[in-house]
């Protein structure tokens, strides 16, 4: 697991003085950093100092919550926790279980940091952002790029290479 930051930093990050947190607080620390670990398959934290202080308060920022949060566990666990506005009906969750879940938490240093931080290889989280892969864009006989679909990759990777395949023409990449 991650070294678990110090009540000390929770003390400066929040901007409370620390003799004003219960001993809770250290548990909260310690589950922080227990699910950062766990959502973003990281081990120890970035080589990078800038990507370690995202890490650490990205933590700092997750322990905060579930501190603030623990005198309401009783009535965040009720199955009763929804909301209806108009014919919208959400249920509400708590911070951790969104966390958990791979939702955006609303917390700017946790969100940006399983952003950045996450191992792509090893982590059930995802980025919102798309991306085109190079062999995946290709040109036609007119010098048109365009991306090729799922299916389209699969039918080029099935026939092979093959200069005198057709494919549908596909709209003009900005």
Do not use: C, H
Request: aromatic share 10%; proline share 5%.
């Amino acid at each position: 697991m991650l070294p678990v930051p110090t009540l000390s930093y929770l003390a400066q990050f929040t901007g409370r003085a620390e003799d004003s947190f219960s001993a809770f607080a250290d548990q909260a620390l310690i589950q922080a950093t227990l699910l950062f670990s766990i959502v973003t398959k990281r081990e120890e934290y970035p080589d990078s100092e800038d990507q370690e202080a995202l890490a650490i308060n990205a933590i700092l920022e997750m322990a905060d919550r579930i501190y603030l949060e623990q005198p309401y566990a009783t009535y965040k666990a009720s199955p009763f926790q929804s909301e209806t506005i108009a014919s919208y009906t959400y249920s509400k969750g708590s911070t951790v279980g969104k966390a958990r879940d791979g939702q955006p938490t609303g917390l700017f240093w946790w969100d940006l940091a399983i952003d950045e931080l996450s191992l792509a290889s090893r982590s059930v989280m995802s980025s919102g952002s798309v991306a085109a892969f190079e062999d995946a864009v290709v040109a036609n006989a007119d010098g048109v790029r365009f991306v090729l679909s799922t299916s389209d990759l699969a039918e080029v990777t099935w026939l092979g290479t093959d200069d005198n395949l057709e494919l549908n023409p596909r709209p003009r990449l900005g």
